[in-house]
Antibody, heavy 116, light 110 residues
Framework: QLQLQESGPGLVKPSETLSLTCTVSGGSISSRSHSWGWIRQSPGKGLEWIGSIYYSGSTYYNPSLKSRVTISIDTSKNQFSLRLSSVTAADTAVYYC????????WGQGTLVTVSS | NFMLTQPHSVSESPGKTVTISCTRSSGSIASNYVQWYQQRPGSSPTTVMYEDKQRPSGVPDRFSGSIDSSSNSASLTVSGLKTEDEADYYCQSYDTSNVVFGGGTKLTVL
């Protein structure tokens, strides 16, 4: 059974860079059939797609976040990562990683709070 | 980019049937598959419908999906409502380079 697990700091200071990693187990991240993506959910709000990456390194970002987002992939570790720069309180959210544009498998999510 | 619009909330009694709509703002609803996710409080979303009308294994056949090109919308119908169906439901669609979620609908079973 494919499993995804997010990890990273739960508290980030304003103006700094948020960094999260998603570790995939039970399957290979090098699959040509699927991309790997990040989605976030602000407290009490809906789901927002951040971006996705293929094993080849091709990336796709939400236009509203594109200037601050970098998603990378490490096939040797079966992981992919998110970096979101210049964060503000508005970036406080539960961050999920998921498989594919269809998001058929999700991680459990990790809460990241932006606060000084 | 297009947007997906859902009603903020719907409610119905146990045993009844409810339909949640998801309207696409531009472009044809039929041009890209629609998925539906159920999210209970404190949990990750799970897929209850994919590719417009396909049900993942383990999802009861009380759940069904459809699209309507005339209204440019997708719908998730839940029949024989149970209290366990109470949750937030999100529609989603994607194209070759973009993923869009609807704003979510809170289903209350009262």
């Amino acid at each position: 059974q494919l499993q995804l697990q997010e990890s990273g700091p739960g508290l980030v200071k304003p103006s700094e860079t948020l960094s999260l990693t998603c570790t995939v187990s039970g399957g290979s991240i090098s699959s040509r059939s699927h991309s790997w993506g990040w989605i976030r959910q602000s407290p009490g709000k809906g789901l927002e797609w951040i971006g996705s990456i293929y094993y080849s390194g091709s990336t796709y970002y939400n236009p509203s976040l594109k200037s601050r987002v970098t998603i990378s992939i490490d096939t040797s570790k079966n992981q992919f990562s998110l970096r979101l720069s210049s964060v503000t309180a508005a970036d406080t959210a539960v961050y999920y990683c998921a498989r594919g544009f269809r998001c058929d498998y999700w991680g459990q999510g990790t809460l990241v709070t932006v606060s000084s | 980019n297009f947007m997906l619009t859902q009603p903020h909330s719907v409610s119905e009694s146990p045993g009844k049937t409810v339909t949640i709509s998801c309207t696409r703002s531009s472009g044809s609803i039929a041009s890209n598959y629609v998925q539906w996710y159920q999210q209970r409080p404190g949990s990750s979303p799970t897929t209850v419908m994919y590719e417009d009308k396909q049900r993942p294994s383990g999802v009861p056949d009380r759940f069904s999906g459809s699209i309507d090109s005339s209204s440019n919308s997708a719908s998730l119908t839940v029949s024989g409502l149970k209290t366990e169906d109470e949750a937030d439901y999100y529609c989603q669609s994607y194209d070759t380079s973009n993923v869009v979620f609807g704003g979510g609908t809170k289903l209350t079973v009262l």
